[in-house]
């Protein structure tokens, strides 16, 4: 180092370091059977407090699903005593015609349900937010949230069957061409019942996008404006980067309820006719309750469980801001 | 010390929460004069308490009904009960095969002796022993005996001036005259799923019974001519714009019966019950048994009976098993089918519905031989397997399908007949 060079900038950690610190030496660390039972009696302390939820936890989501495993490893049918056939269960669904019909399905629901919910709830809340509509559209949208997947189920079922409301209204305007057995043929079945599901499910989209957009600092989108920018342009430069992690949460939730998405598809098809329309969760559902094949169902929850915890958990660790 | 306070309180909540799952759910209980009875209809809790009124008159012991409403959940229920002893004292359940699923895994009391009294006391028709029983010895009693027939609109058939047919060409005319005039002639459906069979199960046991019949036991393929030839009819039926679709609600059913929207209805004879609910009366509606295809034919009915059981570990087992020892006892069917608005299994038993009646005097008058409905009649994982490919081919019910569908089928019933036999 030369002479002419300045004297380096103090560094971040002396600039923040509280005034006086360094006149205050750290205390010394106690020692002594006092002190352990001290630091014993803080940790049972908040071993305490940590204890109900592990316990909720362990008793109500991790034993059931280690039995859940152990049973998907079993021949069993609720009667006679269990059967351990090792991976069996995994072999015969990974060989069967229905099991990959199911799979497909669960994709086609997944990415319906990805988009439709996310993209309409986003573009109703930004129409409902920035320009004139009035605020009985976005209750228009919003409401069916409130209404429980069974009653969804119901609602849609009386629309949708062959003598419903959706085919007279058709016949009605003479559109008799337009008319078709919505639930009865494969792919029109599911995507009809991707459908009805976003109408009921696009509302909690509005809602945590109409929460993010009020959230957008308003200089930001003043400040786009002087640049020139409007209209689309503005929105995706300047109002849809800052609406990032609503996105986030949105799609998030979005992905785990399609993967488990069972009510509606129950109520419209039963997962019929025969197994066209079934998704895993379905599939779980009638293997276990309806066939009485315990064991075959649990291999099936165990894959769906390994399918919702995985896509989650890469989807969140790659969108969630890192720590350090 | 308030830390400490905190843990002390947030450990007590965790126990009286992990104590009260450790509880669990009681279906059983109930004071020892009274027996506890489970069951999945909830429109027959009345029922049970008016046979039970009268059950308690012959033994003491009354019934408390308790309901889970949905069939699925119920079968779950049970099934776990039986091996634990939170089950009630009474259960309702399927004969057939769905009563050999239980009976043979030693979870309910041996009947024999109660049966063979209901015989010597004409309360029975011993013939219909081996639908309540597993490897020789009866294990339920039955609660109704509905036989499955059609029901028709009598003001459709007045108006086009048809008569109740006797022959299935006359059935079959019928339909096309009901068609032609621009009512759908049939109901059928696969919504609610189990519907699927009824047709397959009425064509074929009206085509060849004997086929029938060994199909249900396995004696039999499916992929063998009489089913090939029963879905050719019923595919040929289905080119004719003879039925609804096949997604029109179960639910709506008496509704559309009951408009003339359809005139026919195929059923077991408890629907029955909630024609009357809906204010039809015998001007409305009537049955016949269908004819069969060939007059050479032997003369078939397909019945079915609910049955009541008793867990080998119920609370009042010895209450329960003598109760049941008079559940076909007249003063207690009159009651009951009353109530119910079905036929009862004990012959003696008058009805008083006319439509009931006339049912009885036809079954009287052909003898024909009867027959297990499909749902009870093989073991439950196959029918429910191959409910699902007929309703595929209610969708799609061209001849190209019948094949494959049969082929379907035939492959899980040889499964499926495998695993019983070896369970």
């Not at chain 1, 009020?214 to 200089?219: C, F, Y």
């Not at chain 2, 509880?23 to 109930?30: K, L, N, P, Q, R």
């Not at chain 2, 191959?386 to 089928?409: H, Y």
């Amino acid at each position: 180092m030369g002479a002419g060079v300045t004297e380096p900038a103090p560094s971040t950690a002396v600039r923040t370091r509280a005034p006086g610190a360094e006149a205050t030496p750290p205390r010394p660390r106690a020692h002594g059977p006092r002190a352990r039972r001290d630091a014993l009696t803080a940790r049972a302390g908040i071993a305490m407090y940590i204890l109900p939820a592990l316990a909720l936890v362990g008793i109500l989501l991790l034993v059931p699903f280690g039995y859940t495993v152990y049973q998907s490893l079993t021949e069993y049918d609720g009667i006679s005593p269990a059967e351990f056939v090792g991976f069996d269960n995994y072999v015969t669904l990974l060989g069967a015609e229905r099991f990959h019909r199911s799979l497909i399905n669960t994709v086609i629901w997944t990415v319906g349900t990805l988009l439709l919910p996310v993209l309409l709830g986003l573009l109703i809340a930004v129409l409902t937010n920035a320009s004139g509509w009035p605020v009985w559209v976005r209750y228009a949208f919003v409401l069916p949230y409130a209404i429980s997947g069974t009653a969804t189920g119901v609602i849609w079922g009386f629309m949708l069957r062959s003598d419903g409301a959706v085919n007279q209204v058709l016949g009605a305007f003479g559109l008799d061409s337009l008319q078709q057995e919505w639930l009865l043929s494969w792919p029109m079945n599911t995507i009809v019942m991707i459908l009805a599901e976003t109408w009921r499910a696009v509302g909690i989209s509005i809602i945590l996008f109409l929460v993010g957009l009020q959230t957008v600092p308003r200089e930001t989108v003043e400040a786009g404006m002087l640049d020139g920018a409007s209209g689309f342009r503005l929105f995706r430069r300047i109002v849809f980067p800052q609406l990032r992690a609503v996105t986030v949460v949105v799609v998030g939730i979005s992905i785990a309820n399609s993967l488990r998405v069972f009510d509606v598809i129950w109520l419209l098809t039963q997962g019929g006719p025969g197994w066209l329309s079934e998704t895993l969760a379905v599939t779980m559902y009638r293997q276990t309750f309806v066939l009485s094949e315990y064991g075959l169902g649990s291999a099936v929850a165990v894959v769906l469980a390994v399918i919702v915890v995985s896509v989650s958990w890469i989807y969140l660790r790659q969108q969630m801001p890192k720590r350090g | 010390m308030n830390r400490r306070k905190s843990a002390v309180t947030a450990a007590a909540i965790a126990a009286v929460m992990l104590s009260a799952c450790a509880s669990g759910s009681e279906t059983s209980g109930g004071a020892s004069d009274t027996l506890t009875l489970n069951g999945d209809r909830a429109d027959f809790v009345e029922a049970y308490k008016a046979a039970g009124e009268e059950l308690e008159e012959l033994t003491g012991y009354g019934i408390d009904p308790r309901n889970v409403p949905s069939t699925e959940s119920y079968q779950q229920v049970i099934r776990s009960s039986l091996q634990s002893d939170s089950a009630t004292d009474l259960v309702k359940w399927w004969s057939g095969y769905r009563l050999k699923e239980l009976a043979r895994t030693g979870g309910l009391a041996n009947l024999d002796a109660e049966w063979e009294a209901a015989v010597e006391n004409d309360w029975v028709n011993p013939d219909t022993a081996p639908s309540f029983s597993y490897d020789g010895h009866v294990y339920a009693m039955p609660m109704y005996k509905s036989y499955w027939v059609i029901f028709y609109n009598k003001k459709i058939y007045e108006d086009l001036g048809l008569s109740v047919p006797t022959t299935w060409e006359q059935f079959i005319g019928n339909a096309q005259t009901i068609k032609d005039a621009g009512i759908t002639p049939f109901f059928g459906t696969q919504e609610a799923g189990w519907t699927a069979f009824i047709w397959f199960g009425e064509i074929l046991s009206k085509l060849n019974p004997e086929f029938y019949a060994d199909l249900m036991n396995g004696d039999a393929k499916y992929t063998d001519e009489p089913a090939r030839r029963a879905m050719e009819i019923w595919s040929d039926l289905y080119e004719r714009g003879f039925f609804t679709s096949p997604d029109v609600a179960w639910d709506d059913e008496p509704a559309l019966f009951q408009s003339g929207e359809v005139a026919m209805v195929p059923m077991g004879t408890w629907r029955n019950a909630i024609f009357t609910d809906n204010g039809m009366t015998e001007q409305d509606y009537g049955a016949f048994v269908m004819p069969t295809i060939k007059p050479d034919v032997t003369p078939s009915v397909i019945v079915e009976s609910g049955v009541f059981a008793v867990p080998e570990k119920a609370p009042n087992k010895e209450a329960a098993v003598e109760t049941l020892g008079e559940w076909l006892n007249p003063d207690v069917q009159e009651v009951w089918v009353d109530e119910i608005n079905d036929i009862s299994a004990n012959p003696q038993v008058e009805i008083e519905n006319p439509i009931l009646t006339s049912v009885t005097e036809q079954v009287q008058q052909s003898e024909p031989i009867e027959l297990e409905r499909y749902w009870e009649a093989s073991p439950p994982s196959l029918v429910a397997g191959n409910v699902k490919d007929l309703a595929t081919f209610m969708v799609d019910p061209s001849k190209e399908n019948i094949g494959p569908t049969l082929q379907r089928m035939q492959e899980r019933a040889e499964q499926e007949w495998a695993k019983w036999e070896q369970e």
